[in-house]
C-alpha cells in the first residue's frame, strides 16, 4: 500500500492557460474523491467517482472543470482558462466501498496551483 | 443546510499542557464523523472515525469523542510534534457517495 499520490505537487500556471492534475488512488480502492482547500479553510468537495463513473459534482464545480477516471483507476481533473480565483491546493481521496469501517477516506499530498 | 463548525480556531499550548478542541456539527443524518490531523503543505492525514453518540476512540495522546450535536478532541499531555491543523468532517447519511463535509479546522501550537 504506497497510499495516494498525486502530479505535480506544485503547478504554476498564467492566467487562461489550461492545467490537468492527476490522482493515483490506493489500488484497491474503488471511490475516488476531489477535494479544493484555500488557505486557513477546511477542504470543500468537488467530484467523486466509483469505479469509472463520476456520480457527483459539486456546484462549485464550473463548467471549466473536468474530471475523468478511465478503467476506474487514476483520475485526472482539469481546469480549462485558468482563473485567479482557481489558486488553491487541489486534494485527491481515495475509499473502499463495503463495510461501514471503510469509508474512511486516505488523502493525497495535494497539487498547489498558483495562478498569475 | 449540514455545517460545521470548529472551536477556537487557534490554540495554543505549552508542552504538556492539556486542552480539547471543539467540533459542532448540523447534518440530516450522520453517517460518521471524521478527524484529521493536516501538517502544513500536505494533505489532511486520517485519524479517526466516530460512529455513534457516546463512542470513543484514542490513538498516543488523542482521544475523540461524539455526541448528537457535537464531538471533542482532547488532547493530552501534548509536545510540539502534536502541533498541526486539526480537521473534523462529516459524512450525511443521506448522500450515497461519501462526500465529506469539513470545518474550517482548528490551529494547534504546542510550544517546549
Known amino acids: 500500500d504506497t497510499g495516494v499520490s498525486q502530479d505535480p505537487r506544485h503547478k504554476i500556471t498564467k492566467r487562461g492557460q489550461n492545467v490537468t492534475f492527476r490522482c493515483d488512488p490506493i489500488s484497491e480502492h474503488n471511490r475516488l474523491y476531489w477535494y479544493r482547500q484555500t488557505l486557513g479553510q477546511g477542504p470543500e468537495f468537488l467530484t467523486y467517482f466509483q469505479n469509472e463513473a463520476q456520480l457527483e459534482k459539486s456546484r462549485l464545480l464550473s463548467d471549466r472543470f473536468s474530471a475523468e477516471r478511465p478503467k476506474g483507476s487514476f483520475s485526472t481533473l482539469e481546469i480549462q482558462r485558468t482563473e485567479q480565483g482557481d489558486s488553491a491546493m487541489y486534494l485527491c481521496a481515495s475509499s473502499q466501498d463495503g463495510d461501514r469501517d471503510r469509508y474512511e477516506q486516505y488523502f493525497g499530498p495535494g497539487t498547489r496551483l498558483t495562478v498569475t | 443546510e449540514d455545517q460545521v463548525t470548529q472551536s477556537p480556531e487557534a490554540l495554543r499550548l505549552q508542552e504538556g499542557e492539556s486542552s480539547s478542541l471543539n467540533c459542532s456539527y448540523t447534518?440530516?443524518?450522520?453517517?460518521?464523523l471524521f478527524w484529521y490531523r493536516q501538517d502544513p503543505g500536505k494533505g489532511p492525514e486520517f485519524l479517526f472515525t466516530?460512529?455513534?453518540a457516546g463512542e470513543e476512540k484514542e490513538k498516543e495522546r488523542l482521544k475523540a469523542t461524539l455526541t448528537k450535536k457535537e464531538s471533542f478532541l482532547h488532547i493530552t499531555a501534548p509536545k510540539p510534534e502534536d502541533s498541526a491543523t486539526y480537521l473534523c468532517a462529516v459524512q450525511p447519511s443521506y448522500n450515497q457517495g461519501g462526500k465529506l463535509i469539513f470545518g474550517q479546522g482548528t490551529e494547534l501550537s504546542v510550544k517546549p
Open positions: 466516530l460512529y455513534s
Open positions: 447534518v440530516s443524518g450522520l453517517r460518521g
